[in-house]
């Protein structure tokens, strides 16, 4: 069976140097009808359970730290037995989310530059992109002509860098490094609101 993409949207808060703001994040899911990855772990596992329908969980790869990514990462590790993959550039943002909550509870495995996944007959790499934040990825997948992008780069242009542990400089820098050297037909899916491409972001990147 053909990998194909699927989209859910969990809403909730994300929480950053002290203000509170309330989002739509869009959670991915690549596979068939037998397994499944999933890219992110937003506000509440329900729904993402729901989503995924008793399919076999392959891996849970988080984009980045903000809460708004990874606060049901650990719910959804229980309820799937996947392991969690997360950059440990971005452990500073981890510590702040599940801290308190889940003190023992540690991300599985170190996502890094090139590491690599396959599911449902299908290859996804990683492609690390610091800038949103330090650890910040997107998963590239060439045979569904797709680019999982977190808060890296939007509809519009590139992911916000007014927070801690963000840099504009650097988040220009990746984009133009490792996104719009793709094909620029290839779909970019977002961590929030719609979808574009990399032909239609040639120009928004500044
Ligand atoms: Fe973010």
Redesign the pocket.
């Known amino acids: 069976m053909t990998a194909r993409i699927e989209k859910t949207v969990v809403s909730g808060v994300?929480s950053l140097d002290g203000q509170d703001f309330d989002v739509d994040n869009n959670v991915w899911l690549v596979g068939d009808d037998a397994e499944v990855l999933v890219i992110d772990a937003p506000h509440r596992a329900g729904p993402i359970v729901q989503a995924i329908g008793g399919r076999r969980v392959t891996a849970i790869v988080l984009t980045?730290g903000?809460n708004?990514?990874i606060t049901a990462a650990v719910d959804l590790r229980a309820a799937t037995g996947a392991p969690v993959w997360f950059h440990p550039a971005d452990t500073m943002l981890w510590d702040v989310v599940h801290g308190e909550v889940h003190p023992e509870a540690r991300p599985d495995e170190a996502l890094a530059e090139g590491t690599r996944f396959r599911v449902a007959g299908t290859s996804l790499t990683t492609l690390h992109t610091p800038g949103?934040?330090p650890g910040s990825s997107c998963l590239h997948a060439p045979d569904l002509a797709a680019v999982f992008t977190?808060?890296t780069l939007f509809c519009g242009g590139p992911?916000?860098t007014g927070r801690s542990y963000s840099d504009h400089p650097t988040i220009v820098r990746s984009i133009r490094a490792k996104l719009l050297t793709l094909h620029g037909d290839t779909v970019v899916h977002t961590?929030h609101g719609e979808d574009t491409t990399i032909g239609a972001e040639l120009g928004t990147v500044r």
Request: charged share 15%; glycine share 24%.
């Open positions: 994300f980045h903000h708004d990514h949103h934040s977190g808060d992911g916000a961590g």
